[in-house]
């Protein structure tokens, strides 16, 4: 099981699609999974923000993982995209997949806006035989560590942990930059 993550932005998707791709082209068999919380470009597509996009499999929150592969017959590789979203009891389930012998690789953020670990990355963190972090550079060009949710140039630090959305919400800053309050203009 891997466990690739990273901020806003730091190009997760488009590495999880690349992956698909090149497994593909090798003639192996791959499912891509999301979370129906995100619903940004479809229900049940998955698109990066370069432009790539494909089709994928909806996985509710109170789903399991078993149940929605029930009509896939067989598989060499399993994505998921957005996997901070996936339940403890959803990451438990692919972890017992990967026992079985597929290939499972999750991509996701790490911590919410606040700093605080998702529940599907908690688990992730915890369980994941690879952990490999996407870096991506803040507005200051330090190393980006934090999914900033902005509003109006000021950075927010209260409301509810989800709130999907995109570069019109969310900026990856340094600690440094998030603790400041406000989106510099460098």
Known sequence: MYFYYGVMGSSKTAN???TKFN??????????LKPSIDNRDGSTVV??????????????????ITDTLACEKEYDMIIVDEAQFLTEL????LRE????????RCYGLKTDYMGKL?????????????????????ICGRKAIMNARVQDGKILYSGDQIDIGGNEKYRALCYQCWKSGYIKNL
Do not use: P
């Open 16 to 18: 999880a699609l690349m």
């Open 90 to 93: 959803q990451v438990n389930e």
């Open 118 to 138: 998702f529940e599907g990355s908690k688990r992730l963190l915890e369980v994941s035989d690879s952990i490999r972090e996407i870096k991506s550079m803040c």
């Open 47 to 64: 698109r990066s923000r370069i432009g790539i996009s494909s089709n994928a499999l909806l996985i509710e929150r109170n789903w399991k």
């Open 23 to 32: 497994f593909e082209e090798q003639g192996k068999k791959v499912i891509l």
């Open 97 to 104: 997949i990967v026992d079985q012998g597929i290939i499972v």
